[in-house]
């Protein structure tokens, strides 16, 4: 039971950092002023007005029975009243009302109905608080003849609920407006917070992160810019380290083929010249894979313009887009690009025609790549993914490579956000299904 409610709470509450906090500061504020607000309408009010009420009854009660006992003296009773208190009483036989002038969930109406009712019984009353703005209206059937009345409405209701609710509520408001202020102080270096570890855990260089917020918040952003640096100049070193063991690597290798190009033995020269090849290859592959996440900046990209280019440079009639809409995405171009290529590379590779559809849904991009060649065991479709996973089967994507390529396509899609999958093309060969965050 406990289980299921606490679920409940937990998917009505609000998830965001700010809006909880706001509940806790404005939720204590808002249930005092109701309890505040019904003891005061409940205690106070409600009783005030049924005591002014009565007193008000009362008073015409006994000059309903002075004047049925004394009509001669009806001036002297009436002008009495209204020099004293203010009222205007009128006698005449016109036909009393019967349509109800009351308001049925007013306070100070059924208050009034109440003791109307206990002095003078049923039917023999009537009385509208809303017909008149600084008075009310009453009218008492005494015998043949109607006693009308106008009295002031303050001697019905004591007090003003509006400026009672305003009163109340003006403080309230202006307190939460003051929490909202501070909390939103509070929660915007969070924010900042969590932006600088988006934008970083997507590949870019957080270079102007500045910590600010509560000692506890500046600590945790201190800590971050510095982990962030940390890596940052781990992964140049490591860049700069392969950068030197492949020209050191380079070198010998060209010597390796001059010296080859020398050798009378053609056969042996040519099966050792592929050796170097692919040595070369594989090097290459490796630097590939470790520069994925190279200090390249993050800008606007237009996914047609990137797509024309791939398809300027591979110069192949076989490699057909299609996209309806422009779709602009925050991302670092040529990691994106290496990765479009290394897919299309493939697809015409091992297939003969390669189909590529570009999707606009909700906030994202989805980038369909459709070829017809041998495709992938389903079976293998997660470890084609791992670095140095090499199929043997009738489609190897890495053939002539160390199987890095779909690994470093991976890694770059990831760190833009977004998610790769495999699948069946429409033509029986492989389908490559990218998603990218706008």
């Known amino acids: 039971m406990f289980s299921g409610l606490n679920k409940f709470i937990k998917i009505i509450l609000p998830k965001r950092l700010f809006y909880r906090a706001l509940i806790i500061v404005a939720a204590p504020t808002i249930i005092l002023q109701i309890i505040i607000t019904v003891v005061f309408y409940d205690s106070i009010w409600i009783k005030a007005n049924k005591n002014t009420a009565r007193s008000l009854v009362a008073q015409l009660k006994t000059i309903e029975e002075v004047y049925r006992n004394d009509k001669k003296n009806l001036d002297f009773l009436t002008d009495s009243y209204k020099n004293n208190f203010n009222f205007e009483i009128g006698i005449n036989k016109d036909q009393f009302p019967n349509i109800t002038g009351e308001r049925k969930f007013s306070p100070m109406d059924r208050s009034l109905r109440r003791e109307l009712k206990s002095s003078f019984g049923n039917n023999n009353y009537w009385f509208s608080t809303s017909k008149f703005k600084n008075a009310v209206e009453i009218k008492i059937k005494s015998d043949n003849e109607v006693i009308e009345f106008l009295v002031p409405k303050e001697m019905v209701s004591t007090s003003s609920v509006r400026l009672f609710v305003l009163w109340t509520t003006l403080p309230s408001i202006v307190l939460i407006i003051i929490a909202l202020i501070f909390l939103k102080n509070q929660t915007r270096p969070l924010v900042k917070l969590a932006k600088a570890a988006e934008k970083f855990g997507k590949g870019d260089y957080i270079n102007d992160f500045i910590p600010s917020g509560a000692q506890e918040i500046r600590k945790a952003s201190y800590e971050f810019d510095r982990m962030a640096?940390?890596?940052?100049?781990?992964?140049?070193?490591?860049?700069?380290?392969?950068?030197?063991?492949?020209?050191?690597?380079?070198?010998?290798?060209?010597?390796?083929?001059?010296?080859?190009?020398?050798?009378?033995?053609?056969?042996?020269?040519?099966?050792?010249?592929?050796?170097?090849?692919?040595?070369?290859?594989?090097?290459?592959?490796?630097?590939?894979?470790?520069?994925?996440?190279?200090?390249?900046?993050?800008?606007?990209?237009?996914?047609?313009?990137?797509?024309?280019?791939?398809?300027?440079?591979?110069?192949?009639?076989?490699?057909?887009?299609?996209?309806?809409?422009?779709?602009?995405?925050?991302?670092?171009?040529?990691?994106?690009?290496?990765?479009?290529?290394?897919?299309?590379?493939?697809?015409?590779?091992?297939?003969?025609?390669?189909?590529?559809?570009?999707?606009?849904?909700?906030?994202?991009?989805?980038?369909?790549?459709?070829?017809?060649?041998?495709?992938?065991?389903?079976?293998?479709?997660?470890?084609?993914?791992?670095?140095f996973f090499r199929l043997d089967k009738s489609r190897s994507l890495n053939k002539s490579g160390v199987g890095l390529g779909l690994a470093i396509v991976e890694d770059v899609i990831n760190s833009h956000g977004g998610s790769i999958q495999l699948g069946k093309s429409r033509v029986k060969g492989l389908k490559v299904k990218i998603s990218l965050p706008f």
């Not at 010249?273 to 894979?289: P, R, T």
């Not at 237009?302 to 299609?322: H, R, T, V």
């Open 229 to 387: 640096k940390r890596i940052n100049r781990h992964l140049n070193q490591r860049s700069e380290m392969l950068s030197g063991i492949s020209h050191d690597l380079r070198t010998p290798l060209t010597r390796l083929k001059l010296q080859l190009a020398m050798i009378n033995q053609k056969d042996l020269s040519e099966k050792m010249s592929k050796d170097i090849d692919e040595m070369e290859k594989m090097l290459n592959d490796y630097l590939q894979f470790a520069k994925t996440q190279s200090q390249e900046k993050t800008s606007r990209v237009e996914l047609s313009e990137l797509f024309k280019e791939i398809k300027d440079n591979l110069k192949n009639d076989n490699l057909e887009i299609l996209q309806e809409n422009k779709i602009f995405l925050n991302a670092r171009p040529l990691a994106l690009k290496r990765s479009f290529e290394n897919i299309i590379h493939n697809g015409l590779t091992y297939g003969k025609k390669v189909i590529v559809k570009i999707e606009k849904s909700l906030n994202r991009a989805v980038i369909n790549f459709e070829d017809d060649g041998p495709g992938i065991p389903e079976d293998q479709y997660k470890n084609v993914f791992k670095p």
